[in-house]
């Protein structure tokens, strides 16, 4: 994705009179992918390295100095560009230092936000993405069988019929497939994220230091999710398909007491149906009784709905961008589909919004003992966590012994 930006405003003359001069481009790249995912993957790379005494050191240093290393980084291929620079083409040079910066903040933004999700549960990664794949195949189809009306200039093709119709069909299988999604991987943890008893590695991880390789088992046993009450179910039943289970299930009409006042056939008819209502004439056609709900599908609807209304305009940005500089796909790296920023155009809105979307609503917003543990880890070191352990024990004093 990076390098078919990249080659939008390179032109070959120019670069011609500056050999090497594109490889700024790429250093400026990895710098940014090596602030970026650093952060981000800091404390799971620890956690992994923690049974080998060499390594962790290593790595626990680089995080350390992670933010100046990055600095310095950026520093020298600022120094590298202001070298290169060439009399008469100071204007050509200085329009690509800003477009690099400009595509290495769309692109690293987005990952910023789809890393995470990950770490979260590959249910919030696989939902959002195949929302838009749906999206873009459902409003193909209804625009290409029944668009007649254009939506926007931008995008000629595209049509009302096809928007509405892609709409719908995304907000209906956000809902089917959240449920299909998250039963058919519940067994490997495939919608769950930062579990209980996880976040804050194994036992040699809080104390600050190296562990054994026999105590990493403690990763791997059985945990419970911060969120799984997402993805229980609740089940609605529905009356009219219900009643076909009260059929001969209910209590007779008790015997009339001999002094109750006479009433006719007709007004008997209708207490027997009251009391003991006939299955509808459809209920023998449905074997179920009513439809189980996880809150999860209510949130996925809520996807459907961004995927199939908002999403969409991150496609007519890419298109805008095209007629900018008179082109019709940003590469051919997909045959019959352009490049592969063609296809990540609309997915860039959406991880963004699914990130905002699980830390606003679905994320507990309470501090937990295991998120406060997991701070205590990442935050402090040996001796600062010796020291809350006799703090903690001093107050377990205080409270057993201290109070009558």
Known sequence: MASELFHLRRRVHEDKRLPGFWLINWYFFFTAMLYVYGRILSQHLV????????????????????????????????????????????????????????????????????????????????????????NDVAAYFFGFFFGKTPLIKLSPKKTWEGFIGGSVATVVSAFLNSALISRGGARGGFRGGPRRGSRGGNRGALRGGPTSRGSRTSESAEVECFYCHEFGHTKYNCPQLAAKNRKGSSSPIPPLPLDMVTISSEEYAKLIEIVNPQPPVFADTFPWKGISVSPVQWHALCLG?????????????????????????????????????????CQMVMAIFAYIYFQSFILPQTNSVEMILDQIVRNLGFKEQERLYMMLGQIFKEEKFGNP
Not at 331 to 336: A, H, K, R, V
Request: with cysteine; aromatic share 20%.
């Open 47 to 134: 956690n992994t390295v923690t049974s080998d005494k060499f390594f962790y050191r290593l790595v626990n240093g680089l995080i350390k100095y992670h933010m100046v290393i990055c600095y310095f980084l950026y520093i020298a291929g600022m120094m590298w560009f202001i070298l290169t620079l060439k009399k008469k083409m100071y204007k050509y040079q200085f329009g690509q230092y800003a477009w690099t910066h400009m595509i290495l903040i769309v692109v690293f933004t987005q990952s910023s936000f789809t890393v995470p999700n990950i770490f979260e549960g590959i249910f919030w990664f696989v939902l959002p993405a195949s929302l838009i794949a749906i």
């Open 305 to 345: 709905l961004f995927a199939s209304i908002i999403a969409p305009f991150g496609g007519f940005f890419a298109s805008g961008l095209k007629r900018a500089f008179k082109i019709k796909d940003f590469g051919d790296s997909i045959p019959g589909h352009g490049g592969f920023t063609d296809r990540m155009d």
